[in-house]
């Protein structure tokens, strides 16, 4: 197989990730444009030296895409989306014999964005069970590593898990390691799960590139976001844990969900709009959504009860220009400006902003009583006053692609802990950071917490399970967030959260948990699977691999 003429990106020349935290200078950065060029370049080892990796948007903070003296695939122009359709396959019952089953499928190329992807199914009437986290992620670049997303409901595919882009992964196709094309699908001929498939989820890309993908999706269902606040006492860090816990249990009896964030720093906001509003937990048959925004600063706690009415009030005057059909798209909570190039479509009802004060402001609301007010946001929380609705799951944050070190950009470190230690682990991180904040004078801005779903069939990370129990169904993620990723006090202060999470049994991801190759290589290498090729396995990865020996 000969390669096609091409136009090659100068050798040497240096790229970033996204939050600029990671650079890497491949031998060769080539701009790939068909499923037979990438055929093409795997196969010809005199030419392209080892690892090929490919890229999309480069979101990692992680050295996931360091390629130095590799071979580095821009994956851009494979960003098609092809349709939808049903497939029918054949599945292995109790009793042995084989049932054929209906799954509608989105066909796409791996560069595709996942809000692209879940904007496509919706216009079709269906949806991605989840709400991205991070909109602008491909789905080539997702679906073999450990990611988590708010999601709801019923998985498309029984038995598959929920919470994360590969439990709804139906099939794809790689180029293997020589340049052939391999077609893996999620069941057997025996109709029963297929572990290589399993594998390659966990894989990291090391055993192929992919360059199709079938994802599951569903019939579009409605949902109500209900934002909650809640208050910490007493300097408690249980109750917290306690009230989150209790209504992830309420809403999961009900087909929903939560997503949690408590807040650190004064300054810690939460941004939502009616296109990318996903910061939320459900409940409820109808898959009602709430959001228990604890938008508490100071690991909980608001430096003033009065604020926490002016942000509330806030999320009325959202619901009140709504009622009136008066245009507005964002809402704050927290009390800080947001970036504003974080979110496509943002524009700002932000305390203090010039441009469009506040209700609390213009009725100087600041000025009633801490009682009075703390009063009346609790009383809010959960009403109709701070209720959306919507139509589908919302596509996913969609960020600015070129953000200035100098200005806010999304940072976190990925964690996951079965559901079981749930009050115990966050109870602990809560007063861990509260520690740390006195000894050295740093905190993240947040600390969130995501819950998925456990199918019992992955094999590595995690969401690996050796036996999904009644007891035992869910994992939840548990992730310090921080605005400013190349901060040093950042990296310091993971370095000590990681020791504390991997003593309490959490398990990493090497693509979403920060600075992790400075601890245990050995606690890394809980996330991967398989037998890793080197036409595909940058050192990075490799050391994880290495570690498992």
Known sequence: MTPPKEKLIKDHNAFQNWMKTTTTTPLKLIHVRSVDHIQAVVAS??????????????????????????????????????GIKTHRYARKRDDGT??????????????????????????????????????????????????????????????????????????????????????????DEHGEFDMDFQSMLDS???????????????????????????????????????????????????DGNVFAAIGCQSGFWLVGTR???????????????????????????????????ADISSLVTFQLRRALQVPIRILVVGGANPNSQQTESASSIIKGSQSNTSLAEELHLRALSHDLTSSLAFFLSGSMWLRLKLDSRPAGFSYNKDIPDNERKLSFSNCAFPTTSFVDVVTEGLDFVRAYKLKYGFE??????????????????????????????????????????????????????????????????????????????????????????????????????????
């Not at 910061?279 to 938008?295: K, L, N, S, V, Y």
Request: a positive charge; charged letters at 20%.
């Open 275 to 309: 296109q990318t509003l996903h910061i939320a937990f459900t409940t409820h048959g109808e898959m009602r959504a709430q959001m228990m925004a604890t938008c508490l600063l100071r690991l909980g706690r608001y430096p003033s009860r009065s604020s926490i009415f």
């Open 98 to 187: 084989k049932k054929v089953e209906e799954v509608v499928c989105i066909e796409t190329d791996p560069c595709a964005t996942l809000r692209e992807i879940q904007l496509y199914a919706q216009k079709y009437g269906y949806e991605l069970p989840f709400s991205a986290e991070i909109g602008l992620a491909t789905v080539g670049g997702t679906i073999f590593v450990t990611s988590k997303d708010s999601s709801i409901g019923k998985s498309p595919i029984y038995g598959s898990g929920l919470g994360d882009i590969g439990s709804c992964v139906f099939s794809f196709t790689v180029v293997d390691e020589i340049g052939n094309l391999c077609q893996y699908n999620l069941f």
């Open 444 to 549: 993240p801005h947040a600390l969130a917490t995501i819950f998925v779903e456990q199918s019992g069939k992955r094999l590595a990370g995690g969401y690996h399970r050796k036996k999904v129990s009644k007891e035992d169904t869910h994992t939840f993620v548990f992730d310090p967030v921080h605005q400013h990723p190349k901060d040093p006090e950042w990296h310091k202060f993971l370095d000590s959260f990681h020791i504390w999470q991997r003593q309490k049994g959490g398990v990493p991801s090497i693509t979403q948990s920060f600075h992790i190759e400075h601890q245990d290589l050995a606690w890394g290498s809980l996330a991967v699977h398989g037998k890793p090729s080197p036409r595909f396995t940058n050192n990075f990865i490799q050391q994880f691999f290495d570690a498992k020996k």
């Open 204 to 254: 990291h890309g090391t055993q192929g590139i992919a360059v199709k993908i079938f994802l599951a999706v569903r019939k579009k269902v409605p949902v109500t976001i209900d934002i909650h606040i809640a208050e910490r006492f007493g300097g408690d860090s249980s109750d917290i844990a306690h009230c989150i816990y209790n209504t992830w249990r309420n809403a999961s009896s009900n």
């Open 45 to 82: 080892t005199d030419k392209y030296p080892s690892p090929i990796r490919p890229t999309g948007s480069i979101l990692s903070h992680t050295d996931i895409h360091s390629n130095d003296g590799g071979t580095t695939l821009l994956m851009s122009n494979m960003n098609k989306i092809y």
